[in-house]
């Protein structure tokens, strides 16, 4: 059988490679790393993350939490490693970045019929089976050989945003104090609180900083769900209070009270070493991150391991370009994957390149198509990014506001959600019997 082609080795590319060489088809996996990197990029692994280390709620009364479990149930690649190299983060799957991609690598690399070719792609093969997962940092040269694949349509692009990283041992605990939410799971934040007069200051800081030069950047542009946070605070002086910064369910141990607003810390890695300031994705020159963010009291004196960057994500136009199964409309031997085709969000784009890629297999092993249903969060995704009459199409995350509504009445929001998660792990088709038999 001649290998499937799949170009990047990022989430989507990493499972859509796993999932068709766990059925039998040979893959050649096409990376540019290390040869080249992008601006966002450091390692030369695979699967790497850059804006945050966190892959969002793990629970079943959030969507991106039922769709973790449902790619759990399915046999997930990269799931399987995010699980294994997770660190405590309260609710949330958050895993140490750097054994995360170490473990996707060493899979991927360690199967028997995965090739990896490194080096730059510029042009989409004329022929045989392609999964493009390049990314939403695709170079400028296979950007090009895509948009040529597509005379007749626009490439579309936002800006995200990845926040900075400092280490443990200079965050002043004495102004700070680990704790969860409500208390919800082990308190695993660093929360860093603020009184009103702090906030004031940093606030007028923050708003007045210098931006880094982002050709085309403008705030109407920016994503809401990877906002910088300096595009956030302009939007009003309380609007932190009631997003990053909200204090609800913090109480301060030394006060008892709810702190005027708190910033919180995220483990980045498992040794605790580094933490990751939590929503805080900017474009601030590197020199005004230093100065504004050090205004926080407990972190007056951090050390800044990494600081934010910006770049530009490029996805299509996919309603008017994909099928249900993220294949190209009319030439169907071409796929796209991960945050390409308009899914936001690692989970996302990890779900995008699995269900593409069991979709091919099914084609190339004779069998009926693979259609996850409207009420699992796969499928709810899948015909999200298909939907011919959505008009204005935006990146999306998973929400429960993509699947069909119950139909009966539940009492409370994470009743319903909860109700909505197990109408959805019901509906979700079986693992195939040759992956049940190596015990996948």
């Known amino acids: 059988m001649q290998p499937v082609i799949v170009i990047g080795a990022g989430l989507a590319g990493s499972e859509a490679a796993w999932q068709l060489a766990q059925r039998g088809i040979p893959v050649e996996l096409r990376e540019m790393k290390p040869h080249k990197m992008t601006p966002a990029h450091h390692s030369p692994d695979f699967g790497e993350l850059v804006c945050s280390n966190s892959l969002r709620s793990d629970q079943l009364e959030n969507a991106v939490g039922l769709l973790k479990e449902e790619l759990r149930r399915s046999g997930s ?7 294994e190299t997770r660190v405590q983060a309260g609710g949330a799957l958050a895993v140490d970045r750097h054994a995360f991609s ?20 510029t042009q989409i093969p004329e022929e045989g089976e392609v999964i493009i997962a390049s990314g939403p940092l695709t ?27 400092v280490t443990f041992e200079s965050v002043d605990m004495d102004s700070a104090y680990f704790a969860s939410r409500y208390d919800r799971g082990t308190p695993d934040y660093i929360n860093c609180p603020m009184t009103e007069e702090e906030y004031d200051a940093f606030w007028t800081a923050l708003v007045s900083a210098q931006e880094a030069e982002v050709h085309g950047f403008e705030d109407a542009g920016v994503f809401e769900g990877c906002m910088p946070v300096e595009v956030m605070a302009r939007r009003g002086r309380q609007t932190l209070c009631y997003g990053p910064l909200k204090p609800v369910g913090l109480r301060d141990p030394k006060t008892g009270k709810e702190p005027f607003a708190v910033v919180q810390l995220r483990r980045d890695n498992a040794q605790g070493s580094i933490y990751n300031i939590v929503g805080f994705q900017t474009h601030l020159k590197w020199p005004e991150q230093k100065r504004v963010f050090s205004m926080i009291p407990a972190l007056k004196n951090a050390e800044f391991v990494r600081y934010g960057v910006m770049h530009r994500n490029t996805y299509l136009d996919s309603p008017r370009l994909l099928d249900r199964y993220y294949r190209v409309r009319g030439n169907e031997r071409i796929t796209f994957a991960g945050q390409i085709t308009g899914v936001e969000g690692y989970v996302e784009s990890t779900a995008s390149g699995f269900v593409a890629a069991v979709e091919l297999a099914h084609r190339l092993l004779g069998k009926p198509p693979m259609d996850y249903p409207r009420e699992t969060a796969l499928g709810a995704l899948a015909l999200y990014i298909s939907d011919e009459s959505v008009v204005q199409f935006q990146p999306m ?10 139909g009966y009445r539940v009492k409370g929001k994470r009743n319903k959600n909860a109700e909505l998660s197990r109408r959805a792990l019901e509906a979700l088709p079986r693992l195939e019997p040759d992956q049940t038999e190596r015990g996948e």
């Open 77 to 83: 690649l990269i799931m399987q490693c995010a699980d």
């Open 102 to 121: 170490a473990a996707i690598t060493e899979k991927i690399k360690g199967h028997p019929l995965i090739t990896v070719v490194e080096g730059e792609v």
């Open 397 to 406: 995350n998973i929400n429960f506001g993509l699947i069909p509504q119950l």
């Open 139 to 165: 170079s400028d040269a296979l950007s090009e050989a895509i948009g040529r694949l597509f005379p007749d349509s626009k490439y579309l692009n936002f800006f995200d945003a990845a926040a900075p990283l």
